[in-house]
């Protein structure tokens, strides 16, 4: 069995891969251990950067019809039970607060959801079968090699019992926080796996009554004399509005976990709705980890690693499944340039060049927003109720704990970390200027720019009646050049530069009685170019290279830079 890539694992980093190279006509298999796509909701939270690569791959619609919008995702509320109205905070997550509404809906063309991960797998695992991909269910990994030309894997047939290989010019291990195919190519890793222990149970219960006048994804539960330490935090997440639920609680690490009975699920259940009258219908649970880890590297040979098999972290933040479809939207266009001959093999290398310091990024803030919610119980030390009293201590305590709760800020509304992933690497030409400063927090919020290295900024244009995101004249899967009035002269050479190289290239002239219209006049205030600038994309809608006005020689300018770029 032959193929151009061979993909392990059909989570959400090794089903956007699929999905994506099938998009971009490049032969692929993708073998998943199990006879099924991921039968828990696990990840939701899925980011705006992911939603553009979604709608990039016209799939947007489709996971907005199921997610849950943002306007029901972002009263969180940190209580005693669910049940309970009275609050110890609340906190407006995932931008909601109107201040952050605006930062939200000027960043991208698209909207942060909340679609959990046994939904998001089937919408990516379609679009990849629908576009080419063969997907083999049942099919376990077992070992590889590799030579000049290729990689031999052999899997398993988990129905039949035997085991046969398959040959492909490429392989990604997107085999999760397990990763064999890491291990095999000897990743170097940083970290250690095993930080702390979670429990997760999955339950219907109608809590409408509870909740509709907060509506979040998530319900922070704090109870005295819980199982890890003398005040618990629980997390009641909401699934489904408002009939789906998924708790997450601790354990401790040191001990075994707990018997994971229905009536212990129940119990748990019951405890933080603070309601046991309510109907609670348990749908499963499990014990998982926290991890703090990792790679330095993500790819060996011809093998290449993406999502929790390169990083693994809690869930604070949301970042585990967005990042690995991230991964994935990194890596495709580069394995179809370089499988069609219009890229050299060491287009390949900027994979880990790009993707590792985010990976690292990631597992960092994830871990670090963990050990900020100790803010809280550090505000509650003299329990729960203490800051009901009169008192300066009490008032010390009411300010502490309002500070700790604004605080969590640093985990639900890390705009920043979200969307200003800077680039450095041979695939991206620097124009000689400093990585631009964010006159803000970095991490809290997004500083668009287009820097040779970041992601395009997004500005509607307008060509006749339809509105159009930057984002939208790049992408899909070829690269994009934008200037203004009087710069046409870099798009008749980007179309002869582009049949040199053998590549797809657009030239998209922005301005009055142009291509588009800059309707608001966002791009003239976001490009950082002139009107005869050009700002030239790479198929994921990263700036690769920009000039501040017309060049000289435009299509010397654009060669030199697309071959750096293409590795040629
Ligand atoms: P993922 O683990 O999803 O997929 C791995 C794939 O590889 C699976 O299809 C598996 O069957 C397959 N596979 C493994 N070994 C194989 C082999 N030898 N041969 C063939 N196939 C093999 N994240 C988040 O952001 N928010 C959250 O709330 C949560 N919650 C959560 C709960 C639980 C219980 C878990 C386990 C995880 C989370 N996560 C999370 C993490 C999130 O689910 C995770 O980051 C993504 O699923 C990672 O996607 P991947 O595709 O990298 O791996």
């Known amino acids: 069995m032959e193929t151009d890539v061979l993909i392990v694992g059909s989570g959400p980093a090794g089903s956007a891969a699929a999905m994506l190279l099938s998009t971009y006509g490049v032969p692929n298999i993708m073998v998943t251990k199990y006879s099924r796509l991921a039968d828990t909701p696990r990840a939701h939270i899925t980011n705006q950067r992911t939603m553009e690569v979604l709608r990039d791959a016209g799939l947007e619609d489709v996971v907005v019809a199921q997610a849950t919008p943002q306007h029901l995702m972002g009263q969180t509320p940190f209580c005693s039970s669910i049940a309970a109205t009275e609050e110890l905070g609340r906190l407006h997550t995932w931008y909601t607060h109107p201040n952050r509404q ?140 408002w009939h789906e639920w998924l708790i997450v609680w601790g354990y401790d690490i040191e001990g075994e976990p707990p018997d ?92 880990s060049a790009e993707r590792a310091p985010v990976g690292r990024q990631i597992v960092e803030r994830a871990n670090r927003s963990i050990g900020e919610t100790g803010r809280i119980f550090q505000a509650l030390e003299g329990g729960l109720d203490a800051r009901k009293l009169p008192g300066e201590g009490a008032e010390k305590q009411r300010q502490l704990l309002r500070e700790a709760v604004a605080f969590k800020d640093y985990e639900f509304n890390t705009h920043g970390v979200e969307l200003d992933q800077r680039y450095v690497s041979d695939a991206v030409v620097p124009d000689g200027t400093p990585a631009p400063r964010n006159p803000r927090d970095a991490e809290l919020y997004h500083h668009a720019t287009t820097w040779p290295g970041a992601k395009v900024p997004h500005a509607w244009l307008g060509r006749g009646t339809e509105r159009v995101s930057t984002l939208d004249v790049g992408g899909r899967g070829r690269f994009t050049l934008l200037t203004g009035v009087g710069g046409e002269a870099w798009a008749a050479a980007a179309a002869d530069v582009a049949e040199e190289l053998g590549i797809e290239l657009t030239a998209a ?31 994921d809608n990263y700036v690769c290279f920009r000039s501040p006005a017309l060049a000289a020689d435009p299509a010397e300018a654009l060669r030199t830079a697309l071959r750096q770029v293409l590795a040629v």
């Open 102 to 241: 605006a930062d939200h809906d000027l960043a991208s063309p698209t909207a942060i959801c909340d679609m959990p991960q046994h939904l998001m797998e089937p919408v990516l695992a379609s679009a990849a079968t629908a576009r080419g991909t063969h997907l083999r269910y049942d099919t376990e990994y077992l070992s590889l090699t590799q030579d000049d030309d290729g990689v031999t894997a052999t899997v398993r047939d988990r129905l039949r019992g035997d085991e046969y290989q398959i040959r492909a010019k490429y392989l990604i291990g997107a085999d999760g926080g397990r990763s064999r195919v890491a291990e095999d190519i000897g990743l170097p890793t940083v970290g250690r796996m095993g930080v702390a222990g979670s429990i997760n149970v999955v339950f219907e219960a109608d809590l409408s009554r509870y909740v509709a006048h907060r509506p979040s994804t998530l319900y922070w539960v704090l109870q005295t004399g819980a199982d890890v330490g003398g005040i618990g935090m629980g997390l009641v997440r909401c699934v489904r509005p």
């Open 509 to 539: 002239t922005i301005g009055p009685g142009a291509d588009y219209e800059d309707l608001y006049g966002d791009w003239a205030a976001l490009r950082e170019v002139g009107d005869t600038g050009a700002v030239l994309l790479r198929p």
């Open 260 to 351: 994971l009975t229905e009536e212990y699920a129940r119990r748990l259940a019951h405890q933080l709705i603070g309601d046991d009258t309510v109907p609670v219908t348990i749908k499963s649970s499990s014990a998982w980890t926290v991890n703090h880890l990792y790679a330095e590297r993500y790819h060996q040979g011809r093998v290449f690693c993406a999502g929790d098999a390169v990083h693994r972290h809690p869930p604070s933040n949301g970042l585990g499944s967005n990042t690995s479809i991230q991964d994935a939207y990194n890596l495709a266009w580069k394995l179809e340039l370089v499988l069609s001959g219009a890229a050299g093999p060491a287009l390949l290398d900027s994979y």
